[in-house]
């Protein structure tokens, strides 16, 4: 069962008048002003079920799950992110991916660190697969702690936040390869930093003749749209081409808020992408899935990635099968625009592997036959002629045959 029926969604996503400042504000007990300061927010993270009290009534897993997941796991959570959740129903898809609950002390499949992160970076917090690009986690610190988070495994360490000697030594490694051109940073959420920081870890990775791109991958417009200021983007926008990938999971998250950090970074040319991950009970439904993917076109955030969650240690109550993934994305083809189609993935410790429905049903002769979202099958003219294929079609099987159409 979704949390809100397809309609009721999609009225609440489309007309929602009030904004989160006036509700939040009011729940705090503060001012606009103050609840919109977005050092007030980091200030005020709400990080145990004691503080939930009057703005959320807690499930007892909830309340039990603060306190036993306090060593392991981090919670924290901005009071933003807190207005925007159903005080009374545990299903709400903003409260499942921020509330801690006791489901995360059991699951036995999960591991630390399912992308081998570790052995894949070559000096501390630059992670390095494809040989032309790196990740380059600076931050150390969210304005929330998501409960599927793939670098859980981090949040016993101190100290790494934009951490001097590994920032400098990060860039020195980026700047004696000649190879690396689009640095991703990240974290953490980098954009938690002050503007004079994150300018000072921009010009100098701007200074580096081979690094072509910036990218930054943040939660900011979702978790604390406040911190996306005209002057952070400007600030951002001296160094391009920079582009900002951030991370929706369901359309309840695309507020007026958050609509206005998005389009704050259009305006200074930074495009914006959404990677979402694929979650039980935030996104898992082709109603909820289009909810979320029309809503960020209507913003202009593209979708880009949706991840298959990893089977990162205390997460397997939100992880989805594949193929449930695989009838997702086929339940969109078709039914939305394209370019709000974004890629479904799995990231590995070798790199990103798409899974895509499979529409090829195979080779007869000279022709390709595909099945259309509507489930007919068309046959394509299509000599194979001299060429030989890498990985060859499967032959079309005998009783499919009859079923071709064509022109
Ligand atoms: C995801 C990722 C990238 C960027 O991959 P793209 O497919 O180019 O977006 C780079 N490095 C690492 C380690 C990554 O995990």
């Given at each position: ?46 990080q145990s079920a004691e503080e939930c009290a009057g703005l959320l009534s807690l499930t007892g897993s909830e309340q039990e799950a603060f306190v036993a997941l306090k060593e392991k ?287 090829v049903v195979g080779r007869q002769g000279d022709e390709v036959v595909v099945e259309t979202n509507g489930g007919k099958l068309w046959g394509e003219p299509n000599p194979l002629g ?22």
């Amino acid at each position: 069962m979704s949390f809100l029926s397809p309609t009721a969604l999609h009225t609440r996503t489309a007309s929602r008048k009030e904004d989160i400042t006036a509700h939040g504000a009011r729940l705090f007990n503060v001012s606009p002003e103050t609840f919109s300061n977005w050092r007030w927010q980091m200030k005020h993270q709400v990080q145990s079920a004691e503080e939930c009290a009057g703005l959320l009534s807690l499930t007892g897993s909830e309340q039990e799950a603060f306190v036993a997941l306090k060593e392991k796991f981090h919670a924290g959570i901005t009071p933003y992110y807190v207005a925007l959740m159903s005080a009374g129903d545990a299903r709400c898809p903003v409260r499942v991916q921020a509330l801690p609950v006791m489901e995360e002390q059991v699951d036995a499949l999960g591991v630390a660190d399912p992308l081998k992160e570790v052995t894949n970076s070559p000096v501390k917090e630059v992670v390095h697969v494809y040989e032309d690009r790196v990740a380059f986690c600076v931050a150390q610190l969210c304005p929330v702690y998501c409960r599927y988070c793939f670098r859980k495994r981090r949040d016993e360490e101190v100290g790494l936040h934009f951490n001097k000697t590994i920032v400098d030594a990060g860039i020195a490694y980026i700047a004696s390869n000649s190879r690396i051109r689009d640095v991703l940073i990240t974290g953490g959420d980098p954009l938690i930093a002050n503007d004079a920081t994150l300018e000072n870890l921009l010009s100098r990775l701007r200074a580096i003749p081979h690094v072509e791109i910036l990218r930054i991958g943040t939660r900011v417009p979702v978790t604390l749209p406040y911190r996306v200021t005209p002057e952070l983007a400007k600030m951002l926008a001296k160094y391009h081409p920079i582009w900002v990938n951030t991370h929706f999971n369901c359309a309840e998250e695309i507020t007026p808020e958050a609509t206005a950090a998005v389009d704050t970074l259009l305006r200074e040319g930074i495009p914006v992408g959404n990677q979402a991950v694929l979650l039980k009970g935030v996104n898992d439904t082709p109603e909820r899935l289009k909810a979320l993917v029309e809503g960020l076109v209507r913003i202009r955030a593209r979708p880009y990635y949706i991840y298959q969650a990893q089977i990162v240690e205390g997460t397997g109550h939100l992880r989805v099968p594949v193929e449930k993934g695989l009838d997702l994305m086929r339940s969109l083809r078709g039914n939305t625009t394209g370019f709000a189609i974004p890629q479904y993935v799995l990231d590995t410790p070798f790199g990103k592997v798409p899974l895509s429905p499979n529409h090829v049903v195979g080779r007869q002769g000279d022709e390709v036959v595909v099945e259309t979202n509507g489930g007919k099958l068309w046959g394509e003219p299509n000599p194979l002629g001299t060429y030989e294929p890498k990985r060859p079609l499967l032959d079309v099987p005998e009783e499919r045959k009859p079923h071709v159409v064509r022109l």
